[in-house]
Structure formats: C-alpha cells, structure tokens
C-alpha cells in the first residue's frame, strides 16, 4: 500500500490548487479516504473525508472552499482548495482507512505530505 501526494506549491491568498493523491496496492473507492494537514507548531486535523459509499464531511473552516473527491479511473484521491487563506498553510496528507466508513478515526496508511503555502 502507497500513497503519494502531489500538487502542493506557493499561492497568494485567494488563489486554488489542486492536491492529488496516487494510490497503489488497492483500491480507493473501497475504502474511507481522507485529507489532513499539519501546519508548524500545531497538531494534525482532519479536514476531509470521502467514505466508500460516497458521503464527504468536511472541517467546519475549509466547508464551501475545499472539495473531496475520487478519481476512480486514476485511482487518485482529489482536493480542490478555492478561496486559500494563509492559514490554510500547512504540510497537507492523504490517508486510507481500512473500512469503508469514516465513522472512525484509525486511518492506518498515510502518504509524505505535500507543502502548501498561502501569503497574504
């Protein structure tokens, strides 16, 4: 199991990226999935989740700007982020789930992270 995110950069606060998550060794609409982010100092929160059966929930700050979803085809897991802030500036990670709820919270396999930053 691998997972490999990309498409992290430098934006100025209002701008967009898409961040993608490559999966291998299985496949992501099976499971719960789910994007993180870990900003200097601070703890790792959830942001979004996307669980087998399709249903997503978001972290109340990122709702109406950032949007899960799968790309079945690719097997990538997908984040558009609209409306950046800087203090969406953090280390961003996809994570899988052994289980097709995201009712609970052990997300087993986590990718390296890729770096996004907003200036003001």
């Known amino acids: 199991v691998q997972l490999e995110e990309s498409g992290g950069g430098s934006v100025q606060a209002g701008g967009s990226l898409r961040l993608s998550c490559a999966a291998s060794?299985?496949?992501?609409?099976?499971?719960?999935m789910g994007w993180f982010r870990q900003a200097p100092g601070k703890g790792r929160e959830k942001i979004a989740t996307i669980s087998a059966d399709g249903p997503t929930t978001y972290k109340d700050s990122v709702k109406g700007r950032f949007t899960i979803s799968r790309d079945n085809a690719k097997n990538t897991l997908d984040l558009q982020m609209n409306s950046l802030k800087p203090e969406d500036t953090a280390m961003y990670y996809c994570?899988?789930?052994?289980?097709?709820?995201?009712?609970?919270?052990?997300?087993?396999?986590w990718g390296q992270g890729t770096q996004v930053t907003v200036s003001s």
């Open positions: 994570a899988r789930r052994v289980g097709r709820s995201c009712l609970f919270q052990d997300f087993a396999d």
């Open positions: 060794g299985y496949t992501i609409s099976s499971v719960c």
